[in-house]
């Protein structure tokens, strides 16, 4: 169902008004998107995965309870990452790096195994 003209209306001037009020809020909400966002949070769980397994090989030999907390560190960084993955499927990630699939790895390995195929395939004649 469409907006009516006065809750356009009243929709635009809460827009004006916010630009006006808070124009750093407007830019990064403008900005930020769910691709964004999952990529953002698969970073830093990767980092944390990098700290607990650094915390694990370094203390696991002389502090167990260190080296256990490391792995679990490592554990649910790995979940982490894994749901954001799939938040941001394949699309997500054509968004995030710009590309579709004749730019992407992807795309170079479908033409190149298309090249395998048609230069191995045989006459069936």
């Known amino acids: 169902m469409p907006l009516s003209d006065e809750?356009?209306?009243?929709?635009?001037?809460?827009?004006?008004?916010?630009?006006?009020?808070?124009?750093?809020l407007v830019q990064q909400v403008s900005e930020t998107t769910l691709y964004r966002h999952a990529a953002r949070v698969i970073r830093w769980a990767v980092f944390g995965f990098v700290g607990g397994l650094v915390l694990l090989l370094f203390t696991y030999q002389s502090f167990l309870l260190a080296g256990a907390v490391g792995f679990f560190v490592m554990l649910g960084c790995l979940l982490v990452i894994e749901r954001n993955v799939r938040?941001?499927?394949?699309?997500?990630?054509?968004?995030?790096?710009?590309?579709?699939?004749?730019?992407?790895?992807?795309?170079?390995?479908?033409?190149?195994?298309?090249?395998?195929?048609?230069?191995?395939?045989?006459?069936?004649?």
């Open 7 to 24: 809750e356009l209306r009243i929709l635009g001037e809460i827009e004006a008004n916010l630009s006006a009020t808070d124009p750093e």
């Open 87 to 125: 938040k941001l499927g394949k699309a997500g990630i054509q968004n995030l790096t710009g590309s579709r699939a004749s730019g992407s790895v992807a795309g170079l390995i479908g033409v190149t195994s298309r090249r395998w195929r048609e230069r191995w395939q045989r006459d069936e004649s």
